[in-house]
Every structure is written in C-alpha cells, then in structure tokens.
C-alpha cells in the first residue's frame, strides 16, 4: 500500500499521560496535514508543513500539541497531558505537486482518553 | 470567517430513487468546494472537485456562487453509494491550505 499510513491506528490512554501518533506520508508529497475529528463532525484542521516547515497552525493546537516534520518525510504528533477532550480521530493528509493539490488521507488514529 | 453547513445529518433513500446531499458555504471570495467520501472502514477520499466538473460514479455537484451551494446528485442511488460524505472549502486565496469541512452526511440506500 503506497498510500498515507499512521500508526498507531488504535490509542487508549489514561488522564495525564502523553501520547504520540506518526504519519507516513506518499513518497514525494512535500505537504504534509494534520486533522482532528470528532464524533459527529467533519475533519478539523489542526496543522501544515511543507517539507519541514510548520506552516499553520490552528487555534484548536493548544500548547499541549506540538507537531513535528523534522525530515520532510515522516511527521509526529504529540499531546502531552492527555484530557479526556482529546479522544478524537486524529487524521494525516499528503499533498502532491500537481496544480490539483489532492490530500490523501490516512485511516486515521483513533485515541480515547479515560 | 467561512462556514460549511451540511443540513442533513442523515438521508435514507431507495436504490434507483434521486439523491441529493446540500451542501451550503459561507465566505465572501471564491472558494474551491469539493465532495469527499469516506464508505464503511475506507480512508476519507475525494470524490469530486467543483473545478473538474466531472461526475464521478454517476454523482455531480455544480457550484451555485449566488445561493453558495454546492449540493451533491445522483439521479439514481446504488447500494455501493451508502457511506459518509463530507462537504470541503478551501480559500483559492491559499490553495495548498486547508480544508474546512462540513459536519457530514450519512447515506444510506435500502434495496
């Protein structure tokens, strides 16, 4: 599969701790994203980098958040003192150089904090 | 700011009957709307993008700059066409940017 992978796909966590999630992007995409999806609404935009360069950034990235791109391939996302607010879908995008600038998603990691 | 509505949480329909999934935006310049869908344990993909103005497994969408709509069809409705469609807007203005999407449309369609 040459498509956007993340691991792990499946996070349960208790109050406090600090998780982090990594995103496998197509070969070659230079854009890289992170959404942020909750039950019952659509994907929310947290961050962007290209190469690695961060971008964006949403108000939603509380100081908790930090994500990271640190050779323009892979990119890590971590919470550290995890709220139960957290438990979300957690989503990675890849864009390609072509004027359509398509993202491609990834299956997602889904974190539930008890 | 912009906005994506989605009106309907939920849209049940008969396979062979119309479909129709709204899709209203708010922003003040020209925006790029696109459809994406995401079918039972699948990864969100796109389905169609408004500057193609294709149709894509028998489903168009045309953009309405005076109602901002962008509302999704498909004059008959398959089995396969049950999933979740997610409206998407991103600003011409940063189109690399990203993508604000709508809250979502359950579809399903009963034999």
């Known amino acids: 599969d040459t498509g956007v992978s993340q691991d792990p796909r499946h996070k349960i966590t208790k109050r406090g701790q600090n998780v982090t999630f990594r995103c496998d992007p197509i070969?070659?995409?230079?854009?890289l994203y992170w959404y942020r999806q909750t039950l019952g609404q659509g994907p929310e935009f947290l961050t962007y980098?290209?190469?690695?360069?961060?971008?964006?950034k949403s108000r939603l990235l509380s100081d908790r958040f930090s994500a990271e791109r640190p050779k323009g391939s892979f990119s890590t996302l971590e919470i550290q003192r995890t709220e139960q607010g957290d438990s979300a879908m957690y989503l990675c995008?890849?864009?390609?150089?072509?004027?359509?600038?398509?993202?491609?998603f990834g299956p997602g990691t889904r974190l539930l904090v008890l | 700011a912009q906005r994506v509505t989605q009106p309907e949480k939920l849209l049940s329909v008969f396979k062979g009957a119309p479909v129709e999934l709204k899709c209203n935006y708010s922003?003040?310049?020209?925006?790029?709307l696109f459809w994406y869908v995401q079918y039972s344990r699948q990864r969100l993909q796109l389905l169609l993008r408004?500057?193609s103005r294709e149709s894509i497994k028998g489903f168009t969408a045309d953009l309405n700059k005076g109602e901002t709509s962008f509302h999704l069809k498909k004059p008959f409705a398959q089995e396969e066409d049950s999933a979740m469609y997610y409206c998407?807007?991103?600003?011409?203005?940063?189109?690399?940017?990203?993508?604000?999407f709508g809250a979502g449309t359950q579809v399903v369609v009963t034999p």
């Open positions: 995008a890849s864009s390609e150089r072509d004027k359509l600038k398509t993202q491609y």
């Open positions: 070969s070659e995409h230079n854009r």
């Open positions: 980098f290209q190469n690695e360069a961060q971008l964006e």
């Open positions: 922003y003040s310049g020209s925006p790029e």
């Open positions: 408004h500057i």
């Open positions: 998407a807007l991103r600003l011409t203005t940063d189109s690399w940017g990203k993508l604000q």
